[in-house]
């Protein structure tokens, strides 16, 4: 008998900044906490550098890669997030600023139709604001004479724009209030740190986005996380959670696949499915992390509502490029501007909202975005053009120095030449905007995989607008100013994907309330940027943290649920159906596949088909049916075959294996002069929980042709469970129907099917024919019934049976 599954007052998924400060909370509050993260941990000096280590350091499991980096590409938009100890505090630019209070919007139209509305203002998070800023200890930038800086304040004030030095949170100095000064030992807090390692100060490397070796910056695994640690946090990394389920009387059942931190001899690390239950649920995955972990338990979390995957927002990336900028002297000699000397963002520049101004078009901020030191390599070697002309001269010179028996041994004026001035990388600036775009993308399931719906369109006045105020500064540089290449295509790359799980004020409008608690779930909490209900406008980063504060605050407030020790839901296991044994003789097989739609919390198949249709929700199965003995499958009454292979259906969670499978072809059924044919699949979900899928085709002679329609369609139900089949594949004992919907074979998969069967046994293409005769023959029975017979005329004996009468 196996043992209970460990419990713990709290699951939090994911270390992100929602979900960090989450566990900090509750830890904190004396509450048991586990928090789940599936990277793994970062201590100063593991950050990737060399080419080995950053070929590795991308995060795809099922490609064997574990690493820092999740990039993703969608249709219109791409999207760089980050997997480690940390979340995304790991790859930010440490800006910590607060949402503007006039940008908390109400009731704000939407292009194609419903409202960005944020349940919530600037007075409802002014106090988790400074809470988080107490625990991250921000300060601006203290180095103001950065050319960089300069160039991005000057180039504002000529401008006429708000300029500020936002609030970084990076150690500048070895303890809050000293001087800053690089690379000093920076004092640890009293609650330590969960890496044990030595910290310095920042050197001004532009290495934040990629990973600080130094331990500069102030990432929630030396803060929020090594506090939640130091209050007994049980923090677990290398463990994405894949599962959710409700408890019967309250709390939640987590699964989670615990990875290997080694390969094994396969190349491939372990994959240990854990489980763990809680008493509440705290979601921070990330936007895509979070949004798609609900998706793939609808099943199991049914009251999530349409509002799931809605308002998506990259809140406004946009970047740009600088080039070449110069001195407003006559000589209009090379700037300086040196992005790669000090933190990534120091100053950002700001653009009021029509909140702000009347007529002034949706807000934004555009900040400098600075690189690392190397990069200025990889853009000077990668002039192609200047770099062979450089090296030719040298060559050239050296040359002419045998040439004329001329005796220069030092030739370190010649290397300099080579190495070149580094001019362009030095004189050119990458320009980040960000703000309030439309939230009107979706995050979906695609082929089991996240995807999203957007489009730069219906932010069109928007990104004009802030490309016109990145152009002003490239021009008051006296730069050259070019677009993002990807924006030709008008695709945009974000760091800051949002939505997906939005905050809203009912169940038709949001996945949570306003204190981030899901609507039909209770102690079911979103916490990271999932649950933002549209851009934050500046960096979101504080804005997320402070949510959170804000909900766990509350969530602390309700009455502690009495912890139970058998109220896990385990579901039952697959029911026992006898299976023929096997019996040697002829074989047959074909491939079946069928596609259509259904949607969940629907019972009826064609309101299932009718729903599923308007909103695209996809269902297709792929099977091989197989008669292991055609003789038998054709003497039964119940004409059973096997079906093996697989559905697919992204609001199940993608492509899933059939366990098993049963179809039952030209079946007498309760209807006088109607047969079925009868398909009954058992597969799970991706959370594990057990479904089975039963349908059948109606074969019927109606008016008009209709032997093609019949057996190409085939009415559908997905229920709970394992459900096995009745006498002959009949549905007699139904489970608990959680969709419906309608299949149909494509005439063209119908015509790759008929390549697909396959004989065994002795006399291979003898059983194919033996199952056409009974398909023939059954389809015959059903559309080619013999006319009813005229009575005989007086005199007439009736002929014999079995002959036929005279015509």
């Known amino acids: 008998m196996s043992s209970a599954p460990e419990h713990v007052d709290a699951v939090v998924v994911g270390s992100g900044f929602g979900a960090s400060v989450s566990a900090y909370r509750l830890a904190e509050a004396g509450r048991s906490v586990v928090v789940l993260e599936r990277g793994r941990s970062y201590p100063p000096g593991s950050f ?3 080419p080995y280590e950053m070929s590795h350091a991308f995060w795809e499991p099922k490609d064997e890669l574990f690493g820092l980096f999740d990039i993703r590409s969608f249709r219109k938009i791409e999207a760089i997030v980050s997997s480690g100890l940390g979340g995304g505090s790991l790859i930010y630019a440490n800006v910590l600023l607060r949402k503007d209070e006039r940008w908390f919007v109400h009731d704000s139209p939407l292009p194609g139709g419903g409202y960005e509305h944020w349940p919530i203002g600037r007075e409802d998070l002014d106090r988790h604001y400074d809470s988080v800023e107490a625990m991250m200890t921000p300060t601006p930038n203290p180095y103001p004479d950065l050319p960089k800086s300069k160039a991005l304040r000057e180039s504002a004030e000529a401008l006429g724009l708000q300029v500020l030095a936002p609030p970084l949170a990076v150690s500048f100095a070895p303890r809050p209030g000293a001087a800053a000064q690089p690379k000093q030992l920076i004092e640890e807090p009293a609650y330590g740190n969960i890496h044990g390692a030595t910290r310095l100060t920042c050197r001004l490397c532009g290495e934040c986005d990629i990973g600080c070796n130094e331990g500069s910056k102030n990432t929630l695994d030396h803060n929020y996380l090594s506090a939640a640690a130091f209050h007994g946090a049980d923090i677990r990394t290398l463990a994405e959670v894949v599962g959710v389920t409700p408890l019967d009387g309250g709390g939640y059942e987590v699964r989670y696949l615990q990875y290997g931190t080694e390969a094994e001899p396969d190349g491939k690390r372990r994959r240990e499915p854990v489980t763990i239950t809680c008493d509440q649920l ?21 009251a999530l509502g349409q509002a799931l995957g809605s308002r998506f927002s990259g809140n406004g990336d946009l970047l740009t490029f600088c080039f070449n900028a110069k001195t407003t002297s006559e000589q209009g000699q090379t700037r300086i501007i040196d992005p790669a000397y000090g933190p990534v963002i120091t100053t950002a520049i700001r653009k009021p909202d029509g909140m702000d101004e009347e007529g002034a078009g949706r807000g934004y901020y555009v900040q400098e975005a600075g690189f690392p030191e190397f990069t200025n390599w990889l853009i000077e070697t ?4 200047s770099s062979i002309q450089r090296a030719a001269a040298v060559v050239k010179q050296m040359i002419a120095y045998r040439l004329g028996n001329r005796n220069e041994s030092t030739i370190s004026a010649e290397v300099a030449k080579l190495v070149g001035q580094g001019r362009l990388a030095s004189s050119s600036l990458p320009l980040l905007g960000m703000g309030r775009d439309t939230p009107d993308g979706r995050i979906t399931l695609k082929d089991g995989e996240v995807d999203v719906e957007w489009t730069a369109a219906t932010s069109a006045a928007y990104f004009e607008s802030m490309r016109e105020t990145m152009r002003g500064i490239t021009e008051s540089l006296g730069g050259t100013y070019r677009d993002n290449p990807l924006w030709w295509t008008k695709r945009v790359v974000t760091v800051h994907p949002l939505g997906g799980s939005p905050m809203g004020r009912h169940v038709h409008e949001g996945v949570v309330d306003s204190w981030n608690e899901s609507f039909g779930h209770p102690d079911l909490y979103v916490v990271d940027g999932a649950a933002v209900p549209g851009p934050v406008g500046p960096n979101p980063s504080l804005t997320i943290a402070a949510m959170a504060d804000r909900a766990v605050e509350r969530a602390l407030e309700k009455p502690r649920r009495k912890r139970r020790t058998a109220a896990r839901a385990v579901p039952a296991p697959s029911p026992e159906v006898a299976v023929d044994e096997p019996v040697a003789g002829r074989g047959m097989e074909f491939t079946e596949k069928m596609k259509g739609y259904v949607a969940l919390d629907e019972t009826d ?9 308007q909103l695209t929700q996809r269902f297709m199965f792929k099977l091989t049916i197989t008669a292991p003995d055609v003789e038998r499958f054709v003497a039964g009454d119940d004409h059973t075959a096997t079906a093996e292979g697989y559905v697919d259906c992204d609001l199940l969670g993608g492509q899933l294996p059939v366990v098993r499978g049963w179809a039952n072809l030209f079946v007498e059924a309760e209807q006088a002069d109607t047969m079925e044919m009868r398909y009954r699949l058992w597969f799970h979900d991706r959370s594990g929980a057990p479904l089975t899928m039963y349908g059948y085709k109606v074969v019927r002679d109606d008016p008009g042709f209709d032997v093609w329609s019949d057996t190409s369609t ?16 009949a549905d007699d004992a139904p489970g608990e129907v959680i969709g419906a919907g309608i299949l149909r074979i494509l005439a063209a998969d119908f015509a790759r099917q008929l390549t697909t069967f396959k004989g065994s046994g002795e006399g291979p293409l003898a059983s194919i024919a033996r199952f056409g005769v009974f398909f023939t023959k059954s389809v015959k029975d059903a559309y080619l019934k013999p006319a009813p017979e005229r009575p005989a005329a007086a005199g007439t004996a009736a002929p014999p049976s079995g002959e036929e009468a005279p015509k």
Request: glycine residues 16%.
């Open 605 to 613: 198949p064609k309101a299932g088909w009718d729903l599923g249709r």
């Open 714 to 729: 085939l009415y559908i139900t997905i229920m709970k469970g394992h459900i096995p089949p009745g006498e002959n594949g």
């Open 282 to 302: 705290y979601l921070g995955a990330g936007t895509f992390g979070t949004t798609a972990l609900l998706l793939r338990n609808r099943v199991g979390l049914p």
């Open 48 to 50: 990737a550098r060399n």
């Open 382 to 385: 990668a002039q192609v053009t």
